[in-house]
């Protein structure tokens, strides 16, 4: 995929199926080298030793995956995200973004980075830019310490490839609004999604909603330079 695209980094996110065991992930960065960095999973009581451990492997993020087959609790989002905040990593969360007014102000309050998926992952079907979830999504960005990654648009259409003329919008507004804080993400392989995307259209599709060259070049490599502790 990176040399389809012609990327030089990359941020392996750790897999739901493999809990928290990091193992694979770690091997994945190695291998991949210097450009890779990662988002792990740990256990609410992880050690002060295993965070640094996982720093120096590359790690800059825990995952909380709210939704089927996540295996960190709401209750253990705060103690983890004052754990992580030292060391300048992130919560990478995905949520039903319906649920953005449940949660908004909780999020807000986070210590540490936030970076949420998938254009906020609005399952059931996108909605509309005037929706009172979309306002809440745009609440936790309005703080200032939150990032979006403006991807996967096929976890949010209804109306499909190879336009998802229904989340374009979505991703335009929020392009416009945040260039700071936006980030383009593969999700290869694109689990459970039958048939397969073609990488290739999912990265030019975004370029295209986004209309804008500055703030794509903003969202490949400023922004997760300065996020992901790229050099």
């Given at each position: 995929?990176?040399?389809?695209?012609?990327?030089?980094?990359?941020?392996?996110?750790?897999?739901?199926?493999?809990?928290?065991?990091?193992?694979?992930?770690?091997?994945?960065?190695?291998?991949?080298?210097?450009?890779?960095?990662?988002?792990?999973?740990?256990?609410?009581?992880?050690?002060?030793?295993?965070?640094?451990?996982?720093?120096?492997?590359?790690?800059?993020?825990?995952?909380?995956?709210?939704?089927?087959?996540?295996?960190?609790?709401?209750?253990?989002?705060?103690?983890?995200?004052?754990?992580?905040?030292?060391?300048?990593?992130?919560?990478?969360?995905?949520?039903?973004?319906?649920?953005?007014?449940?949660?908004?102000?909780?999020?807000?309050?986070?210590?540490?980075?936030?970076?949420?998926?998938?254009?906020?992952?609005?399952?059931?079907?996108?909605v509309s830019t005037d929706h009172e979830a979309f306002a809440a999504l745009r609440g936790v960005l309005d703080h200032g310490q939150a990032w979006i990654k403006l991807s996967a648009p096929y976890?949010?259409?209804?109306?499909?490839?190879?336009?998802?003329?229904?989340?374009?919008?979505?991703?335009?507004?929020?392009?416009?609004?945040?260039?700071?804080?936006?980030?383009?993400?593969?999700?290869?392989?694109?689990?459970?999604?039958?048939?397969?995307?073609?990488?290739?259209?999912?990265?030019?599709?975004?370029?295209?909603?986004?209309?804008?060259?500055a703030i794509w070049q903003r969202m490949l490599v400023d922004n997760p330079a300065a996020l992901y502790g790229f050099g």
């Open positions: 995929v990176q040399r389809r695209l012609g990327l030089q980094r990359v941020i392996v996110v750790q897999p739901t199926g493999y809990g928290f065991d990091n193992g694979c992930t770690l091997d994945a960065m190695a291998q991949l080298g210097p450009g890779a960095r990662g988002i792990a999973v740990v256990a609410p009581d992880v050690s002060d030793e295993e965070l640094q451990r996982l720093h120096a492997a590359g790690m800059r993020g825990v995952r909380f995956m709210m939704l089927a087959g996540g295996v960190l609790p709401w209750a253990a989002l705060e103690p983890i995200a004052e754990r992580i905040a030292p060391l300048g990593w992130n919560i990478n969360l995905q949520i039903d973004g319906r649920e953005f007014p449940q949660h908004a102000e909780r999020l807000k309050r986070l210590p540490c980075r936030l970076v949420i998926d998938h254009i906020g992952k609005f399952l059931g079907g996108p976890e949010s259409s209804k109306s499909g490839p190879p336009a998802y003329a229904d989340v374009a919008p979505l991703v335009h507004t929020l392009a416009q609004a945040y260039p700071q804080s936006c980030l383009w993400a593969s999700n290869w392989p694109h689990p459970n999604i039958k048939p397969e995307p073609d990488v290739s259209e999912l990265y030019a599709w975004a370029e295209a909603a986004l209309g804008d060259a």
